[in-house]
């Protein structure tokens, strides 16, 4: 998934803050950064597989990490 061509954005920053959060943290964090629905939600699906590559957030079902990929 890739940005529109000049939006700034700091990655880094974004998953260091972010680190340990549930979804709705790193939901609530793109709320300024975004001004319409859909890059907001194309902000917040690139920072969560970011989240999830650098193994900062895991899911969980009922107490139990979910195995697999990220594209799965």
Same mark, same amino acid.
């Given at each position: 998934?890739?940005?529109?061509?000049?939006?700034?954005?700091?990655?880094?920053?974004?998953?260091?803050? @972010?680190?340990?959060?549930?979804?709705?943290?790193?939901?609530?964090?793109? #709320?300024?950064?975004?001004?319409?629905? #859909?890059?907001?939600?194309?902000?917040?699906?690139?920072?969560? #597989?970011?989240?999830?590559?650098?193994? @900062?957030?895991?899911?969980?079902?009922?107490?139990?990490?979910?195995?697999?990929?990220?594209?799965?």
């Amino acid at each position: 998934m890739k940005l529109p061509d000049g939006f700034k954005f700091d990655f880094v920053e974004y998953c260091n803050a @972010l680190e340990g959060r549930n979804l709705q943290s790193v939901w609530w964090s793109t #709320e300024s950064l975004a001004k319409t629905f #859909e890059l907001r939600k194309k902000v917040f699906f690139i920072l969560f #597989e970011r989240l999830l590559e650098n193994n @900062l957030i895991k899911l969980a079902k009922k107490g139990i990490f979910l195995e697999g990929t990220i594209s799965e």
